[in-house]
Each structure stands twice: as structure tokens, then as C-alpha cells.
T-cell receptor, first 114, second 111 residues
Framework: ETGVTQSPTHLIKTRGQQVTLRCSSQ?????VSWYQQALGQGPQFIFQ???????GRGNFPPRFSGLQFPNYSSELNVNALELDDSALYLC?????????????FGPGTRLTVL | QKEVEQNSGPLSVPEGAIASLNCTYS??????FFWYRQYSGKSPELIMS????GDKEDGRFTAQLNKASQYVSLLIRDSQPSDSATYLC???????????FGKGTRLHILP
């Protein structure tokens, strides 16, 4: 069974640039959630994708957008990067929808915005 | 604003003792509760999930849930130095897959 993978591991960008982060879900999972984790904080929910459609969104501006592909992998895109976007970006995959599915995290992408 | 509250710690516990981590949540409709362990610089690792009132045991870990009090806890028996980490409490909201995390409690096991 293949776990959740993310790329790249680390990324340095400058303010105003755009970035794309990638996630491959765990084998058998069809739902991907993205989180932003600032230093010393818990993960903050950005949005979730189920069967290629957005299924819930947290309190993040529209410059945070995403995609899910037919193989359930996903991308997180952030436009017009700001200094406060510097954080660990986490992808988590799970199976199906409902209250009881457990989410498993990938290793994360550390984004630094200068 | 639906919230999950945890004491940020650090919580220092002698090796071999029981570590008790606590969490409260505000959404009475929540039905799924999770504990994640996160080592410094790493991603969260799911260690326990609980869905009904009472206790759930898995090895040295016991999760306890009290929905009436909106309270969930994690007990770690026979604490080991390798248990030193940040423990994140997570709760689903709005009866969907969205999960809200607390800020985490830093646990330090003293050798």
C-alpha cells in the first residue's frame, strides 16, 4: 500500500509569485484535503476535493485554489504569494465521504516566501 | 466559530508515568474525534480515532470521549522518551469530512 506523497519537499518563492504544490493520495483513497500549518499552530483547513470537485473550503482567499485529477491526485495553487503564506502545507487523503473516515497525511511541503 | 481547544503545554511527564492530554470542542454535532502525533519538522501521524462515548484502548494509548461535556482526552501509559512530541486533537464539523485541529499540546517525557 502506497502512502501519501507530496512534492516538492521545500520551496522558496518571492512575494507576488505563484506556486503549485502536488499530492498523490494513498492507494484506495478518493478524497484529498489540504491544510496550512504555521509554526507553533495546528493545521488550518484550506479545502477538500472529492471525485474531482471541491467539497468544502476553509477561511482562505480565492488566490488559494486546487484541482483533483481522475487518479485522485491533487494540486494546490497559490497566486500572488504573501509573506504570511510561509508555512508547511499538508495534504491528507481519506476514503469516501462521511463522518468516520480517517485522514492520513503526507510529509508536507515547506514553503518560504521572501 | 467552531473551535478545538488544547493546553499548549509543555507538559512534562517522568518516563514510565501516565501522560494525560485534554481537548474540548465547541460543535455539539461533531461525531469523529482524532488524536495525531507530530514530531518536530514532521507531518501529523494518526494515532487514535474515537466515535462513541467511553474509552478506546490501543496498546499504550487510551482515548476517552464524553460528548455531553464536549471533551476528549488521550492517555499514554508507561511514557517513553520517544513519546515526546506535539499531540494534536482534531474534530470533524458540520457532519462532513472537514476536520478542525487544535493548536496542539507539547509533551516532554523526562528520562
Amino acid at each position: 500500500e502506497t502512502g501519501v506523497t507530496q512534492s516538492p519537499t521545500h520551496l522558496i518563492k518571492t512575494r507576488g509569485q505563484q506556486v503549485t504544490l502536488r499530492c498523490s493520495s494513498q492507494s484506495g483513497h478518493n478524497t484529498v484535503s489540504w491544510y496550512q500549518q504555521a509554526l507553533g499552530q495546528g493545521p488550518q483547513f484550506i479545502f477538500q476535493y472529492y471525485r474531482e470537485e471541491e467539497n468544502g473550503r476553509g477561511n482562505f482567499p480565492p488566490r488559494f485554489s486546487g484541482l483533483q485529477f481522475p487518479n485522485y491526485s491533487s494540486e494546490l495553487n497559490v497566486n500572488a504569494l504573501e509573506l504570511d503564506d510561509s508555512a508547511l502545507y499538508l495534504c491528507a487523503s481519506s476514503f469516501a465521504r462521511g463522518n468516520y473516515n480517517e485522514q492520513f497525511f503526507g510529509p508536507g511541503t515547506r514553503l518560504t516566501v521572501l | 466559530q467552531k473551535e478545538v481547544e488544547q493546553n499548549s503545554g509543555p507538559l512534562s511527564v517522568p518516563e514510565g508515568a501516565i501522560a494525560s492530554l485534554n481537548c474540548t470542542y465547541s460543535d455539539r454535532g461533531s461525531q469523529s474525534f482524532f488524536w495525531y502525533r507530530q514530531y518536530s519538522g514532521k507531518s501529523p501521524e494518526l494515532i487514535m480515532s474515537i466515535y462513541s462515548n467511553g474509552d478506546k484502548e490501543d496498546g499504550r494509548f487510551t482515548a476517552q470521549l464524553n460528548k455531553a461535556s464536549q471533551y476528549v482526552s488521550l492517555l499514554i501509559r508507561d511514557s517513553q522518551p520517544s513519546d515526546s512530541a506535539t499531540y494534536l486533537c482534531a474534530v470533524n464539523v458540520n457532519r462532513d469530512d472537514k476536520i478542525i485541529f487544535g493548536k496542539g499540546t507539547r509533551l516532554h517525557i523526562l528520562p
